[in-house]
């Protein structure tokens, strides 16, 4: 029986969740009720593994009101394979994992070593569990290689996140079967575009090619406009409703992108050859043909399927040169196109105007790309730049996407929306207190709408902390979903907004076209009994559920349940954005491998930085030239006390008053690569600093007696251990007279 003092501070309570083990062997567990995690000390994480649901009693709370709990119970032990290199030690053989969130090694039998060799990189399969009083026991199941061979970092990665990366033998099959070019029968009830100069627009390394745009000028109404094309390869042709490349494709619901190697969602026949738009080859294509006003509104809009033969590859570069100058040498390459590209320039400008008009959130942040050498090493880091083609290209598919979730939404069928949803109520609170602390004279309403996050981007874009309000205001931002259930695109400002534009790498944009040809068809689309979503489903469900408070009124008669069929549209959206992150999981943990054995070369040098973000441990710097992100720990920060303040997203220096906050410069110095752990140490190298005492300090030598000498030495860095639109219009109503009769297409 609990007594009445156990019942107010919530011990003996027990709670279910997920094991995350910590590199430091403490672990938490994620509670599935979304309250504070549960921590467990490294005495109750031995018996238990990383990614393990238990069932967890709250024994205690910390001085800071923190629960500690205790493991009452495994519920269950996922499969789930445990990489890391062989070792044999004093006559024993062991693995040590790779991800140090297991916190233990697993010893391996003599026998059940296989073909490794000790330092190799293994895939191990747990025979025994961990216990109180033994370690984890389990068998070699697969070889990877040497730690150093290329394309390592990614062999570790697709098997750490269980992506899958090898497609099933009756996928392979059912590929061989697929023609290598379009049949006369695939042309049946298609418009033919194949006269239409539609061109492809991707960046030089893109070796699939899912859209295709044109445009002309066109009287919309009484006013001038354009005509805008966007043809999109028409996979739903080819993957079959739950036939094996549906159900592959469907498992992996997304292509995972590293530096050097792509992992396909579809088999490489579909995905660069049959269905990729490549030049000058028929191909299958879905198009949503537009009219657009000069406003940049969409006036009207029709989907239908057509055949198209591309009339150029361009590169995002080219595009840019011809213009930029369209009397110069590229657009001469390409004077034939260059009519129809100062045609799509002048209709970007357009929905660029209505996209101010709309509110619509535009940050420009500097993503990076990682150049690698033959051997999979990075040779540089450099900023991808957005140009002109990149904001062209983006604005087109944008607009189409915004017309198939219209054409979804007006038909009542169901189908998969994607949701980006306005802030937190906690994390509204958070920008707010930030913005006022930072004197900025703005701040958002109780229902934000995104032109109040853009009006303050404006308002502060000449400020010297411009980049630090700017990340602030991404970082209120919550992360976008798939749903049946339509609540708008916040951060697009778009009531209703999908994904139509890339079936060849996302699984979500291939439902909303097979959804979009039913209701052409005057049909239903079903979703097939498809596979049952994994642990990546579970836990973003849990995520979601724990996004908003339970109703505080109740209804005299609840609100019916949804039906089983949008039920199974929500597992499917869900498995699709869990996926989608797996998928980012999975590169960013490559990215920084990478970096991480980059930065190996670079210890002891010295860079400058700006500050990404401060915690209370201390600052993430990112460095100017190379752009890789290290911590500088609150220790390395000066012989003083500092504060972490949440309002401003800083740290402060009680003492001197110095301030450590997102946007601040700072010079630092490379201590510390831990590739085990992705992680990269600086030191803070103050203006003026003795270069012999910081020599000597570095050597671990300490330059002075006394308790601050020995610190010094103590964290001194280690080594790294470990047509012409005339005939176009003609063939759309000669297509449209053959069909059966039904309702027209819409416009």
Request: aromatic fraction near 6%; include cysteine; proline fraction near 6%.
């Amino acid at each position: 029986m609990k007594n009445s003092e156990q019942r107010q501070t919530g011990l003996l309570d027990e709670i279910e969740g997920v094991i995350q083990g910590h590199r430091d062997g403490h672990g938490y567990v994620v509670r599935d009720d979304g309250e504070t995690d549960l921590y467990l000390p490294p005495n109750e994480m031995r018996a238990v593994l990383h990614k393990d649901r238990v069932r967890a009693r709250i024994v205690r709370h910390d001085r800071k009101g923190r629960p500690e709990g205790r493991v009452v119970e495994i519920v269950e032990r996922p499969p789930q394979p445990i990489i890391g290199r062989l070792l044999h030690e004093s006559g024993v053989w062991l693995v040590a994992p790779e991800d140090k969130r297991y916190g233990q090694d697993v010893l391996i039998p003599k026998t059940a070593t296989g073909t490794a060799k000790p330092g190799q990189v293994v895939v191990v399969e747990l025979t025994e569990p961990p216990s109180l009083y033994g370690q984890p026991v389990g068998r070699v199941k697969e070889v990877l290689g040497e730690i150093d061979d290329p394309g390592m970092e990614i062999e570790i990665a697709v098997r750490k996140y269980g992506v899958p990366h090898e497609f099933t033998d009756v996928c392979i099959a059912m590929a061989r079967t697929l023609p290598d070019k379009v049949r006369p029968t695939d042309r049946k009830h298609r418009v033919d575009l194949t006269d239409v100069p539609l061109v492809t627009i991707d960046g030089e390394d893109a070796r699939d090619f899912d859209d295709a745009v044109y445009c002309e000028p066109a009287k919309v109404g009484r006013g001038k406009g354009w005509r805008l094309l966007v043809a999109i390869a028409d996979v739903s042709h080819y993957v079959e409703t739950g036939s094996p490349i549906d159900i592959d494709a469907y498992d992996r619901a997304t292509s995972v992108y590293f530096p050097r190697r792509v992992i396909p969602m579809l088999p490489e026949k579909l995905s660069n050859g049959l269905c990729s738009l490549n030049p000058e080859v028929d191909r299958l294509c879905m198009v949503c043909d537009m009219l657009i006003a000069a406003t940049g509104e969409i006036q009207a809009y029709q989907f239908y399927p057509g055949v198209m033969w591309s009339h150029a590859r361009f590169t995002y570069t080219e595009v840019a040169a011809i213009l930029a100058n369209t009397r110069g040498p590229e657009a001469q390459r390409r004077k034939d196109r260059v009519g129809d590209l100062i045609n799509l320039h002048d209709v970007y400008r357009a929905l660029l105007k209505a996209r101010q008009v709309r509110g619509a959130v535009d940050f420009e942040t500097t993503e990076t790309q990682i150049v690698c050498d033959e051997n999979g090493r990075i040779e540089k880091i450099v900023p991808r730049t957005r140009n002109d083609a990149h904001r062209l290209i983006e604005e087109a598919m944008l607009a189409a996407n915004v017309c198939s979730a219209d054409f979804i939404q007006e038909s009542k069928h169901p189908g998969l929306f994607r949701v980006h949803e306005g802030p937190t109520p906690e994390k509204k609170d958070i920008l707010r207190n930030y913005l006022k602390a930072m004197g900025v004279g703005l701040t958002i309403s109780d229902e934000p709408m995104p032109g109040e996050f853009q009006k303050i981007a404006e308002a502060t874009k000449d400020r010297p902390d411009a980049q630090q309000i700017h990340t602030m205001l991404l970082r209120s931002m919550q992360q976008a979903i798939y749903t049946p259930i339509n609540s708008g695109h916040f951060g697009l400002a778009y009531d209703a907004y999908t994904h139509f534009t890339s079936p060849i790498r996302r699984y979500p944009d291939l439902l909303v076209h097979r959804v979009i040809k039913a209701i052409l068809a005057r049909t239903h689309y079903t979703l097939p009994a498809l596979p049952t979503p994994g642990e990546a489903h579970e836990k973003l469900a849990r995520r979601l559920a724990t996004r908003v408070a339970p109703p505080g009124h109740k209804l005299k008669k609840p609100p019916a349940p949804p039906s089983r069929e949008v039920q199974a549209w929500e597992a499917a959206g869900l498995h699709c954005s869990a996926n989608e992150r797996r998928a980012d999981e999975a590169s960013r943990d490559v990215e920084a491998w990478l970096k991480c054995k980059f930065m190996r070369e670079h210890l002891g040098e010295e860079y400058s930085g700006v500050v990404s973000a401060a915690t209370t441990f201390g600052i993430f710097v990112t460095l100017d030239q190379l752009y890789v992100e290290g911590l500088v720990h609150i220790t390395e920060l000066g012989g003083e006390y500092f504060k972490f303040d949440e309002a401003r997203q800083e740290l402060r220096g009680e003492r001197t008053g110095i301030r450590y906050a997102i946007g601040s410069r700072v010079r630092v110095q490379v201590s510390r690569v831990d590739l085990d752990g992705r992680k990269i140490d600086f030191r803070l190298v103050r203006e003026g600093e003795d270069l012999e005492a910081r020599a000597m300090r570095d050597k671990g030598v300490p330059a002075g007696g006394g308790a601050g000498a020995k610190r010094a030495a103590k964290k001194a860095p280690r080594g790294v251990e470990h047509v012409p639109i005339k005939s176009l219009t003609a063939a759309v109503k000669k297509a449209a007279a053959n069909k059966p009769k039904g309702r027209k297409g819409r416009r």
